[in-house]
């Protein structure tokens, strides 16, 4: 039986639990537990972001779903041929992921979407598990330096080894990491992530995975 990478049902975390029921009870309707990872089961491509978003995934059940962050994610994916759609609309939709998985670092919502080192530790080995059934031509993209560092964290490799930079690539002997900066509004908006930018990561990608 594979490991586990995904608990539904996890409190592991009583920050991020008790932030949950708060958050439930002002939405009623929103998801609000653990966000699993969404797209291919045998994917080649595994993309992994920083945590659910307050309206997006944690309102929706499927990652970078539902809010800004996710626009430019599926428009690309679109674009570079991992996506049936350029949007998410939602968790039950039609939308199909080709040689492509969604996960994020931590599976939980986080007050002001920042996750504590503590709740990264705890979801690492949900993180690790994944990591650990990719096949050996795979590449994964880190969505930030969070994101990024859990991966590292999650190989026990040493993090001054492999730092965080857009566009760059690390080869990790069990798979190709590439990092991007986070498709968030905020690095969109001031123009510290452009869509060209991001862009030649996935352009990057399609050609290691072709290739």
């Known amino acids: 039986m594979p490991a586990m990478i995904f608990d539904k049902d996890c ?3 009583p920050r991020l639990a008790g932030f949950l029921d708060t958050v439930k009870e002002r939405y009623p309707e929103y998801y609000c537990r653990p966000v699993p990872p969404f797209g291919d089961a045998a994917a080649r491509f595994l993309i992994v972001g920083l945590a659910p978003g307050m309206h997006g995934a944690n309102r929706t059940g499927r990652p970078f779903t539902g809010d800004h962050a996710g626009i430019l994610l599926y428009q690309t994916l679109y674009k570079y041929g991992f996506s049936s759609d ?15 998985r969604i996960t994020n670092a931590v599976k939980c919502l986080p007050p002001d979407n920042k996750p504590i080192g503590a709740e990264v530790n705890s979801c690492n080995s949900f993180l690790a598990n994944e990591l650990r059934q990719l096949p050996d031509d795979a590449v994964v993209l880190a969505l930030g330096g969070v994101a990024h560092r859990a991966i590292i964290k999650a190989l026990g490799r040493r993090q001054v080894e492999f730092k965080f930079g857009h566009a760059v690539l690390h080869d990790l002997g069990e798979f190709r990491l590439l990092d991007s900066y986070h498709c968030s509004r905020y690095n969109t908006n001031t123009g510290r992530l452009t869509t ?4 030649v990561v996935f352009a990057q990608a399609r050609e290691l995975l072709d290739n």
């Open 86 to 100: 350029e949007q998410s609309l939602a968790a039950d939709d039609d939308l199909i992921l080709t040689q492509c």
């Open 196 to 199: 060209a930018m991001f862009e």
């Open 11 to 13: 409190r592991a975390c």
